[in-house]
């Protein structure tokens, strides 16, 4: 069964700086990968999404991600964090037309 | 506007009552799922549909159930089996069925508590 890995429960950054949140999944077939972020009592909403036709994936708001086979990762950037990127991250893993989803990563901004 | 809606946005169950959560998708997607959010949990499946009058079991299904009767409805009962209710609840949906790349779009959720 395939697996998602989301390292930091909570991130926080500077207004400006750089914003990393992490994902690693399990998966023994090439995998289709997604970001989605949740504002407080929202339902989710798709950042980005890999299906293996570039491995840097550009999405909205100005985050991108990577796919890294040799590291099973797809770690999520955003080059200057903004206030109102503060939200939790989802990173999920396609399995069978399901989602399977990690645990999100909280991210605060300071100003 | 196309998009999934979810109601109520607040529900309170009582001990031993069965309620009924609504999901309505006018998108003309084949699939529709539900999820479960939990603190530090992230989602888990409940229960999903890939084409009307079926349906499959997810990750928790147990003490729970669905309808797929219509192709844009989902509804969701929480049985009095379930004893710990109290969750963000959330449904979706997507395209095609069984297409892993294809994106899951989300309603804005049901907040069940217990009273």
């Known amino acids: 069964a395939q697996s998602v890995t989301q390292l930091g429960s909570h991130v926080s950054v500077s207004e400006g700086a750089l914003v990393l949140l992490r994902c690693n999944y399990s998966?023994?077939?090439?995998?289709?990968l997604f970001w989605y972020v949740q504002y407080p009592n929202q339902g989710l909403q798709l950042l980005l999404k890999y299906t293996s036709a570039a491995t840097l994936v550009k999405g909205i708001n100005g985050f991108e991600a990577e796919f890294k086979k040799s590291e099973t990762s797809f770690h999520l950037t955003k080059p200057s964090a903004h206030m109102s990127d503060a939200a939790e991250y989802f990173c999920a893993v396609s399995q069978g037309g399901k989602l399977i989803f990690g645990q999100g990563t909280e991210l605060s901004v300071k100003p | 506007d196309g998009g999934i809606t979810q109601s109520p946005k607040y529900l309170f169950r009582k001990e031993g009552q069965n309620v009924t959560l609504s999901c309505e998708q006018n998108l003309n997607h084949d699939a529709m799922y539900w999820y479960r959010q939990d603190p530090g949990q992230g989602l888990r499946l409940i229960y999903y549909s890939q084409i009307v009058n079926d349906f499959q079991k997810g990750d928790i299904a147990e003490g729970y159930s669905v309808s797929r009767e219509k192709k844009e409805s989902f509804p969701l009962t929480v049985t009095s089996a379930q004893k710990n209710p109290t969750a963000f609840y959330l449904c979706?949906?997507?395209?095609?069925?069984?297409?892993?790349?294809?994106?899951?779009?989300f309603g804005p959720g049901t907040r069940l508590l217990v009273l």
């Open positions: 979706a949906s997507t395209p095609v069925a069984g297409e892993g790349q294809e994106t899951q779009y």
């Open positions: 998966s023994s077939v090439p995998p289709y």
